[in-house]
């Protein structure tokens, strides 16, 4: 399951879409603090119930509801899937890292049972362009990373997207939003650059209001990954 869908343009969706069918897996997309899709997710827990209660009963074993845990890093929307399995709210749910922080049962209905769990993150994170991308959303709490240097990765991070991937629209949102085209500077200097422009020299405030409003949707649809090649 892909939560946010929200985040990205439809033409990105289609595009990893296209790459989960050619590896034989079924994406399933949503935007949970929307409701966008939960509907078939609940569905397919369903089925997937259905068929391990049949192959009970073939055994004489007695049916019983589906037990699934709800993994994923941070702040990716976990509890808000389980509030919308629901339909009210049972579990604190918020867009920061660490507000789930125990182990608890939820029953969504006699056939679903889900654990919410807190966001896990690998012991030792090796993979430095995966972990920036999880500061760029935050995904990994404020005091684990430096915001200037988040922001310099992020703007050039865009970059190479818009170089992989012509229509990618990261670096047309920031000239849009910010009135200062980053493609004959490096991240860094464009954030230098940023905060003489509208913060007065503080590189720190320019570096905050990039993320921030690329984590509230402000600077539009846009993914940090795009679909690896065949």
């Known amino acids: 399951m892909l939560n946010r869908v929200d ?7 289609d595009r990893w879409q296209a790459w989960f069918k050619a590896r034989g897996q079924t994406a399933y997309y949503t ?26 009963i073939d055994r004489g074993m007695r049916s019983r509801p589906v037990r699934a845990v709800v993994v994923g ?14 339909k009210r709210k049972v579990v604190e749910s918020a867009r920061k890292a660490g507000v789930t922080r125990q182990l608890r049962w939820v029953r969504i209905s006699e056939e679903l049972e889900l654990l919410d769990a807190p966001g896990i993150i690998p012991a030792q994170l090796t993979d430095q362009a995966a972990a920036v ?47 200062l085209d980053p493609s004959e500077s490096t991240g860094e200097t464009y954030v230098s650059a940023l905060a003489d422009y509208k913060f007065q020299g503080s590189q720190e405030r320019a570096a905050q209001k990039i993320l921030t409003e690329f984590r509230k949707g402000i600077l539009g649809k846009m993914s940090l990954e795009l679909p690896p090649a065949a």
């Open 7 to 13: 985040m990205i343009t439809p033409a990105m969706r």
């Open 133 to 179: 991308k999880l500061a760029i959303r935050d995904d990994i709490g404020q005091a684990a990373y430096d915001t200037q240097r988040v922001a310099v990765a992020f703007v050039e991070l865009l970059k190479d997207l818009k170089h992989q991937s012509p229509e990618h629209g990261g670096i047309d949102a920031l000239i849009a939003r910010y009135d």
């Open 73 to 86: 890093f941070p702040n990716v929307g976990k509890s808000a899937l389980i509030n919308r399995l629901l």
């Open 31 to 56: 935007d949970a603090s929307q409701g966008k899709g939960v509907g078939q997710i609940a569905r397919a827990a369903q089925q997937a119930g259905a068929a391990m209660n049949q192959r009970r």
